[in-house]
């Protein structure tokens, strides 16, 4: 029998599935897309996301990241990562780096998708598959954690996410979040002539509209455009739990807030290893507890900027407040990475 079978290979299965091969455990990825799969994301991965991919053995080529960049029209704020680096990488070149390291540790890949779940006391089958163990990682809007009956209702408008590369040589060693009345920008330097430009919104207006809105940037990128507009949304997903038996989510699947403090790959590597450390220790229930803890300091530090972003009185005290206070803005860029 199969000991782990994951549903989902993006770097959040992928990640779980190479963890649980190197504990010596049987894993097996249904993924119906062919490597390397694109999103819409922003493509920085924070110090401890880079750390976590260190000790996978996932050798990826990317940007150093010094820090985050916070600004406005007339103000800025910016603090350097105190432990490590952060890495700007393209989504593909990430993908592509994870499964190679799955094939390696003899993760097996299987194209196809997973449908309905049959669990009992001891396995769990889907996609015409048995194992001891199901991780659904299969993002954002998981048909799985649907099936499961795991969805909340959404509370207030949704937020969406669009990005696009560019053919320019980065002017900066940080992550930049451009922040208007209507949202944010953020530039990820991904490559030595390449940039990702992601902007968040509660608009559903097109990429160009929305980064009409930060004139600044768009006269800093000059280059031609190197991708086109990708989009995610809606971001928010609440989730009833994140343990159903003999399934455990991981990653998007396991409820997101928003894009706002760039962490989502650092969150889906720890929580990926969290739910194989829980069914390694056969305590599967105590991943639910383990989640919560990881991602405590995120949701707490993002939903109160978006609160605080929510309306645009509120939204224009933000940098000038970081820029006032720069331990405190410090501080909180410490807390993420």
Same mark, same amino acid.
């Given at each position: 029998?199969?000991?782990?079978?994951?549903?989902?290979?993006?770097?959040?299965?992928?990640?779980?599935?190479?963890?649980?091969?190197?504990?010596?455990?049987?894993?097996?990825?249904?993924?119906?897309?062919?490597?390397?799969?694109?999103?819409?994301?922003?493509?920085?991965?924070?110090?401890?996301?880079?750390?976590?991919?260190?000790?996978?053995?996932?050798?990826?080529?990317?940007?150093?990241?010094?820090?985050?960049?916070?600004?406005?029209?007339?103000?800025?704020?910016?603090?350097?990562?105190?432990?490590?680096?952060?890495?700007?990488?393209?989504?593909?070149? *990430? =993908?592509?780096? !994870?499964? +190679? &390291?799955?094939?390696?540790?003899?993760?097996?890949?299987?194209? @196809? /998708?997973? %449908?309905?779940?049959?669990?009992?006391?001891?396995?769990?089958?889907?996609?015409?598959?048995?194992?001891?163990?199901?991780?659904?990682?299969?993002? *954002? =809007?998981?048909? !799985?954690? +649907? &099936?499961?009956?795991?969805?909340?209702?959404?509370?207030?408008? @949704? /937020?969406? %996410?669009?990005?696009?590369?560019?053919?320019?040589?980065?002017?900066?060693?940080?992550?930049?979040?451009?922040?208007?009345?209507?949202?944010?920008?953020?530039?990820?330097?991904?490559?030595?002539?390449?940039?990702?430009?992601?902007?968040?919104?509660?608009?559903?207006?097109?990429?160009?509209?929305?980064?009409?809105?930060?004139?600044?940037?768009?006269?800093?990128?000059?280059?031609?455009?190197?991708?086109?507009?990708?989009?995610?949304?809606?971001?928010?997903?609440?989730?009833?739990?994140?343990?159903?038996?003999?399934?455990?989510?991981?990653?998007?699947?396991?409820?997101?807030?928003?894009?706002?403090?760039?962490?989502?790959?650092?969150?889906?590597?720890?929580?990926?290893?969290?739910?194989?450390?829980?069914?390694?220790?056969?305590?599967?229930?105590?991943?639910?507890?383990?989640?919560?803890?990881?991602?405590?300091?995120?949701?707490?530090?993002?939903?109160?900027?978006?609160?605080?972003?929510?309306?645009?009185?509120?939204?224009?005290?933000?940098?000038?407040?970081?820029?006032?206070?720069?331990?405190?803005?410090?501080?909180?860029?410490?807390?993420?990475?």
């Amino acid at each position: 029998m199969i000991d782990v079978l994951v549903a989902g290979g993006g770097p959040a299965g992928l990640a779980t599935a190479i963890r649980a091969a190197l504990a010596g455990l049987e894993s097996v990825v249904v993924e119906p897309r062919d490597a390397p799969v694109d999103k819409a994301c922003g493509e920085g991965v924070m110090p401890t996301g880079v750390a976590a991919l260190r000790a996978l053995g996932v050798g990826v080529q990317g940007r150093e990241l010094q820090g985050i960049r916070y600004l406005d029209r007339e103000h800025r704020a910016e603090a350097r990562f105190r432990e490590g680096t952060g890495l700007g990488v393209r989504r593909t070149v *990430l =993908h592509t780096a !994870l499964h +190679r &390291r799955a094939r390696e540790v003899g993760v097996r890949i299987i194209d @196809g /998708r997973i %449908g309905g779940v049959r669990q009992d006391a001891h396995s769990v089958t889907a996609g015409g598959l048995t194992a001891r163990w199901l991780i659904a990682a299969d993002g *954002l =809007h998981s048909p !799985l954690r +649907r &099936r499961l009956g795991l969805d909340l209702p959404a509370r207030g408008p @949704g /937020r969406y %996410g669009l990005r696009r590369h560019y053919q320019c040589t980065p002017w900066t060693d940080l992550v930049e979040v451009h922040w208007s009345r209507n949202g944010e920008a953020y530039v990820t330097p991904v490559g030595h002539d390449l940039v990702g430009v992601a902007v968040l919104s509660h608009s559903r207006q097109g990429y160009d509209a929305h980064l009409a809105g930060f004139p600044a940037l768009s006269a800093a990128l000059r280059g031609p455009y190197a991708s086109t507009v990708r989009g995610a949304g809606p971001l928010r997903q609440r989730v009833r739990r994140r343990v159903a038996g003999r399934v455990l989510l991981v990653g998007d699947a396991a409820g997101y807030v928003d894009a706002l403090t760039g962490e989502g790959i650092a969150l889906a590597l720890a929580t990926a290893g969290a739910a194989v450390r829980c069914l390694l220790a056969g305590q599967p229930q105590d991943y639910e507890r383990a989640w919560t803890a990881l991602t405590r300091r995120h949701r707490l530090l993002t939903g109160a900027l978006l609160t605080a972003s929510r309306t645009p009185g509120t939204a224009r005290l933000i940098v000038p407040a970081a820029a006032r206070m720069p331990s405190v803005f410090a501080a909180a860029v410490h807390a993420l990475q």
